[in-house]
């Protein structure tokens, strides 16, 4: 029996005569680390911005726990939006707040809560991604790891169910990337949150990926789906061997 929380069938987006990806079909089950992958170009941020809603598919569907985010307006978009967090490529946050005070912000938007609790809960989130002692701090005072774990503790200040990381390695130099590959796995299993992971770090990807799905630019659409180590040592598409095992394509 399954236990989806997100399902997309046939789902294509266009800008303007611009095809980005067409019949994109796959579903996420509910407490794993699902990976979004491929090269520059291949549309991997877009497909993010179509599950969170911020864009809506020219075809296909989308489900988010069981909800088209599209078709949502008011109470009930906003009430959905608060069962996902997001964290940004560059953390988001905003620098003239302490690490606190930015994890507070989705919790006054979303709860009633006095601010005492509000910033208990910050204090808590901060102190999951090892950041309890730096909660006073200020954006630019912190470096680029401690930035993106800021950026996950503001998306799980709501207790989402599922949440969206984008290029949460992106910058960052290999030990401080793999100790983000750690933190995200011990998250994932302790919390039971699921993980949708938007990477092309291949070190990443074979770290903390329960499965994967790979975009390609030139086909506009899925190649590969399954476990990243499966598909790193059985692949058959020359683009999922080139990516895989770090090789020229042909010609490239």
Known sequence: ????????EGVAMRFGPNLVFQDVTFDVQRGEVFVILGGSGCGKSTLLKLLIGLLPPSAGDIRILGEDLTHLSGKARRALLGRIGVMWQSGALLGSLSLA????LPIEAHTRL????RRLIALSKLGLVGLGDAAERLPAEISGGML???GIARAMALDPEILFLDEPSAGLDPITSAGLDDLILTLA???????VVVTHELQSILAIGDRCIML???AKGLIAEGDPRKLRDEG???TVRAFFRREAKPGG
């Open 236 to 238: 058959t598409h020359p």
């Open 1 to 8: 029996m399954t236990d989806s929380v997100i399902t997309a």
């Open 189 to 195: 299993r302790e919390t039971g949150t699921t993980f």
């Open 101 to 104: 005070e930015n994890v507070m």
């Open 216 to 218: 390609d630019k030139e």
């Open 148 to 150: 993106k774990r800021a």
């Open 114 to 117: 006095p601010e005492s609790a």
